[in-house]
């Protein structure tokens, strides 16, 4: 096909597809993030309505699951005055198992009028169609005993954007020292434990890091 393309004569007012040299967005929608909460990189998808800065308080669950147990609870109210950032984790490719989406928690967030309240952080993946302050394949993830990991609800973790197609932050407002004394005290939750047998035993025992595609092999 490439070769066929070239050979036929190029429109001469393109409007719809745009060169490299002349791209219709200087920077696109994905951006990587790096810091204390995400030292291999996290991938936030921008649409610019969120703005480029978001603080606030973490509220940690270790599963979609108990997300969405904690959202009917009412863990989670609109009009308090509080911002959040919840915390979805054991959710990578070797705690999920498997990356799953979390549609779940950021349809919730959105229909229930969160979305300028609460953003979202997870080692778990999200789809095209998610939108709102939520940053997804935190790496290193929880189940390798990555930073998340080690976050506890009232955590303080800010979310800085760019808008110049550089990198954005993630951090976890806690210090060196306390991340240390943390660490000493992790245990890995059964719901993330190494299966017994059959495949998902070796998928999860073979499988990479999101920040290496999640490979199988190499």
Known sequence: MPS?????????????????EHPLKASGHLQILRGNLA???????????????????????????????????GDIRKGTGT???????YEGPRGGPGM???LKPTGTIVGAGLSQDCALITDGRFSGASHGFIVGHVCPEAAVG????????G????????????????????????????????????????????YLRKYVQCVQSASNGCITDG
């Open 83 to 89: 911002k959040y950032v919840i915390v979805v984790r």
């Open 146 to 153: 990555g930073p998340i990991a080690l976050v506890e609800n």
């Open 155 to 198: 955590d303080i973790i800010s979310v800085k954007l760019t808008t110049n197609g550089g990198s954005g932050t993630l951090t976890l407002h806690v210090t060196d020292d306390e991340l240390n004394e943390r660490r000493t005290k992790w245990q890995l939750p059964a719901k993330a434990s190494l299966p017994k047998k059959g």
């Open 39 to 73: 030292p291999d990189g996290a991938v936030a998808k921008i649409t610019g309505k969120e703005g480029l800065w978001f603080e606030g308080q973490a509220l940690v669950y270790d599963s979609e699951e108990l997300m969405m147990e904690g959202f009917i609870r």
């Open 100 to 102: 799953p989406e979390m």
């Open 4 to 20: 066929t393309v070239r050979k036929g004569p190029g429109p001469g007012d393109q409007g719809l597809i745009h060169s490299i």
